[in-house]
Structures are given as structure tokens and as C-alpha cells.
């Protein structure tokens, strides 16, 4: 084999090893006066193009109208579609093709307000798992916590989805084998954020990846409760973070490096079952946040 030969052999098989691009699906554009998805998506946007496997399209939900009641996303054209929204109804036509969608092996990635959308929604509340606000109630199914070392369903009535005041707490990693988690400190303080709790659905096909004690004395539930979970519908793979809560001053909660990589991680699982991207040098310890700002993701 003559030099220019090996030199093109080398050539093709580097592109063949190299990793296939995601198309990922940003939807955004709509949240309650609660939520800023205006800040949220920046920051997801620009985590995502840390690793250049991602190929990103921000979708906006129009504004109630014509052009909302026929909006129809193209779900087909993307492997991943996260979800930085909450408040609006689809259309049924919506909904079935983002059923279809996750059921023949698309990947969902739900963040923080996204766990409260489309309460009514049977099919959307499987794929979430777990729920908060929107009127749910045991009639919606249990609470899930971890208590005693194990996870619990609680059938006792009562209103789902709570938090206290915004305030950092530790994240406990339950699986520390899964690939989103893999690699991760057991245990890391996240920055202020609002810590979901009582949350309440069909838990069904879930899988926990990490929890984090809500504390009373803040106005917590008092639970373990869980923050980061996968769930499987269909042949899809879903992943839902409650942290990265923002608001109009503040986005403390989105800069922190452990939502950061969890959140990137997670798009690349859902939508290949692996993840390849290396852990970082600098990570969030037990007793230390770690934020990095919009400009510092650029």
C-alpha cells in the first residue's frame, strides 16, 4: 500500500469513527408568568453547542391564534426533542405526532416547568412519569419519594407539586452506573433553584437517577424528593430534570455545572441509549457550587 493510499484509508476511516450528528429540537416559546423560557432556552442552546455533536433547532410555539391552533412541529425531522415549556394546549393533531414520535424511539428531554404541562394530556403525563400543579391530584396517581432507602408510592390525597423558597441543596445520585450519571460525584451542591416536590402521576416505566432532600425549614415537602429520572414510553427514551428554574433576574439555577452536564448528557442518552461526552475537570462538590455564565458558554 502505497503512502497516498494509507494516507486515504487513515482519511475514511477517521470520518467513519467520528460521531454521528443529533438533531435536536429546542421547543420553546411559551410559559406562565412563573418561568422565563426566553432565558432558559439561551442557556440550553448554548449548552448544547459545547459538544459539536449537536445540531440545534429553536422551534417557537406561536402566540394563541390561527397559527397555534395549527401548529403541528415537524417531530420526525429530529432525534431529540427538549422541552422549555409549559402552559400551552396542543392541538390533538400535535399531539399524536408527538405520541408517534416517542413511541417508535424518539428522544424527549423535559426541563423544570416542562414536569407541569399539559396536565390533562393521558399520554404526556405517562411520558413525564411524575407531575406538579395544573390541578393534579390522587386522581392524577401517587406521590414518589425515596424514603428508607427505597422508593415509595403514596396514594393519600392531596394536591401534587410543591417547592419552598429558592435555595441550593445537594444532589444524591441513586445510580451511579447509569451513563448520564456515571462518572458524577455521589453527592453535589446545585445552586438556588426551586426543588419540586409531592409530585404525583402515573409513575409508571420510571427510573431514578437522583434525588434531593426538600427541607421544611424552607418550605419543603420534607422528602427525598426525586430530580432527575428517566422514563420509557414506547421505544422512546425520556429524561426529566425539575432543576432550572429562571426568572426575570436571575439565572443562577441554568448556570450551574451540574444542570449543565446532567442536561447535556441526558440529550445525547436519549437520543443514541450512550453517552461519549467526558465528564469535565471542574464539577460542583458537596459543599461547592460551580456556575458558569452565558458569556462563559460561547
Request: charged share 25%; no cysteine; aromatic share 12%.
Amino acid at each position: 500500500m502505497n503512502k497516498k493510499v494509507a494516507l486515504l484509508f487513515l482519511v475514511v476511516l477517521s470520518l467513519g469513527l467520528q460521531a454521528k450528528p443529533i438533531k435536536v429540537m429546542l421547543l420553546t416559546g411559551q410559559t406562565d408568568k412563573y418561568h422565563r423560557w426566553d432565558i432558559t432556552s439561551s442557556y440550553l442552546e448554548a449548552v448544547l453547542k459545547q459538544e459539536k455533536r449537536f445540531v440545534i433547532e429553536k422551534v417557537l410555539i406561536p402566540a394563541q391564534g390561527k397559527a397555534f391552533d395549527e401548529f403541528v412541529p415537524d417531530f420526525s425531522s429530529f432525534q431529540v426533542v427538549v422541552l422549555a415549556m409549559n402552559l400551552s394546549d396542543w392541538n390533538e393533531k400535535a399531539k399524536s405526532a408527538f405520541e408517534n414520535f416517542v413511541k417508535k424511539g424518539g428522544g424527549v428531554v423535559m426541563v423544570h416547568e416542562a414536569n407541569n404541562a399539559f396536565p390533562t394530556w393521558k399520554e404526556y403525563n405517562k411520558m413525564a412519569a411524575l407531575g406538579g400543579w395544573g390541578n393534579r391530584t390522587e386522581r392524577d396517581g401517587p406521590y414518589y419519594y425515596w424514603k428508607d432507602g427505597k422508593y415509595v408510592t403514596d396514594n393519600s390525597p392531596g394536591p401534587g407539586g410543591k417547592h419552598g423558597e429558592r435555595v441550593p441543596f445537594v444532589v444524591n445520585i441513586r445510580d451511579t452506573e447509569h451513563p448520564i450519571t456515571k462518572g458524577l460525584p455521589t453527592r453535589w451542591l446545585h445552586q438556588n433553584d426551586e426543588l419540586y416536590g409531592d409530585l404525583r402521576g402515573p409513575a409508571e416505566n420510571i427510573h431514578v437517577l437522583a434525588t434531593a432532600f426538600s427541607e421544611q425549614a424552607s418550605g419543603g415537602t420534607g422528602k427525598e424528593e426525586p430530580v432527575l429520572f428517566t422514563v420509557s414510553y414506547g421505544k422512546g427514551r425520556v429524561f426529566q430534570t425539575v432543576m432550572g428554574h429562571t426568572g426575570t433576574d436571575y439565572a443562577d439555577s441554568v448556570e450551574d455545572v451540574g444542570f449543565q452536564v446532567t442536561f447535556s448528557r441526558a440529550v445525547e442518552w436519549v437520543a443514541t441509549g450512550k453517552v461519549k461526552q467526558k465528564l469535565p475537570a471542574d464539577f460542583p462538590k458537596e459543599s461547592t457550587i460551580l456556575l458558569k455564565k452565558l458569556n462563559q458558554l460561547k
